[in-house]
């Protein structure tokens, strides 16, 4: 069984910048699709992005340019990058890997962070 913890998030000012974490146990990233998904107030839960278990990286339009997501393999960790933040960023962020599905499958993943907020100020 696969555990996520997350750790980061906050209240940035507009146009900066968070590190979001997300440390596994019982499990090993490289053999899972990993990837961060996001829930805004009145917004239905959405993609941010992923990278696939052969190493390929995709985003969302909304933050493609901004936001990177990678991986230490060494450490089990992945991460999210967020610059250039912007108020519409401001979510619930979820971290999630699961064995065969990519995380923008949305619905149906095997293992969740527990998430962490993100407020941005304008």
């Known amino acids: 069984q696969v555990h996520l913890v997350q750790s980061g998030g906050g209240l940035v000012q507009a146009g900066g910048s968070l590190t979001l974490s997300c440390a596994a146990s019982?499990?090993?990233?490289?053999?899972?699709?990993i990837g961060w998904l996001r829930q805004a107030p009145g917004r239905e839960r959405e993609l941010v992005g992923g990278i696939t278990s052969s190493d390929s990286p995709y985003y969302t339009s909304a933050v493609k340019g901004r936001f990177t997501i990678s991986r230490d393999s060494a450490k089990n960790t992945m991460y999210l990058q967020m610059n250039s933040l912007k108020p519409e960023d401001k979510a619930v962020y979820y971290c999630?890997?699961?064995?065969?599905?990519?995380?923008?499958?949305?619905?149906?993943?095997?293992?969740w962070g527990q998430g962490t907020q993100v407020t941005v100020s304008s």
């Open positions: 019982g499990g090993t990233f490289s053999r899972y699709n």
């Open positions: 999630a890997a699961d064995p065969q599905k990519p995380v923008a499958a949305l619905t149906s993943l095997e293992y």
